[in-house]
């Protein structure tokens, strides 16, 4: 099996790639996309209007209880991992102890891997250092996808 996104060999017991982390599935055989969230096309997953949030927040779109929010604060930087005093704790095995950190920046948010085994992925692409996130951003960590939802 290859890889749909990447092309790279699978072996068939795999469900995502070990390369790019896109899921796999046999032909004709088609799963959910993933990508970014457009605000404005109905309910933010259970919030209602958008604008009624109170600043950014992460929001458990598969992998876990969907519409868990984690409040992103407008200052500082934000952990997150499988460390049990991460400002978001991912409690699985696929996420690190210190997966990878969110920070508030005069050019918005950035997300930054810190050497994960797993990778971090901003709409199924592998960031490598940083990346900046923009409303609607789906962010994956482990089994974990979570939307960006910052009104």
Do not use: W
């Not at 049990?84 to 918005?108: A, K």
């Amino acid at each position: 099996m290859r890889c749909p996104e990447c092309d790279q060999q699978q072996s068939p017991n795999h469900r995502f790639c070990s390369n790019c982390g896109a899921p796999l599935h046999p032909d004709g055989v088609t799963l959910e996309s993933t990508g970014p969230f457009a605000l404005g096309e109905g309910p933010a997953l259970g919030f209602g209007d958008p604008a009624e949030l109170d600043g950014p927040v992460l929001a458990v779109r598969a992998g876990g209880p969907p519409g868990v929010a984690f409040p992103i604060p407008r200052t500082g930087i934000v952990s997150i991992g499988r460390a049990p005093d991460s400002d978001i704790f991912l409690d699985d095995i696929t996420v690190s102890r210190h997966h990878s950190q969110i920070e508030h920046r005069v050019e918005g948010l950035v997300l930054r891997d810190l050497g994960s085994l797993n990778g971090t992925y901003v709409n199924r692409r592998r960031i490598h250092d940083e990346e900046r996130l923009q409303n609607g951003d789906e962010v994956q960590i482990g089994k974990f996808r979570l939307v960006l939802l910052n009104p």
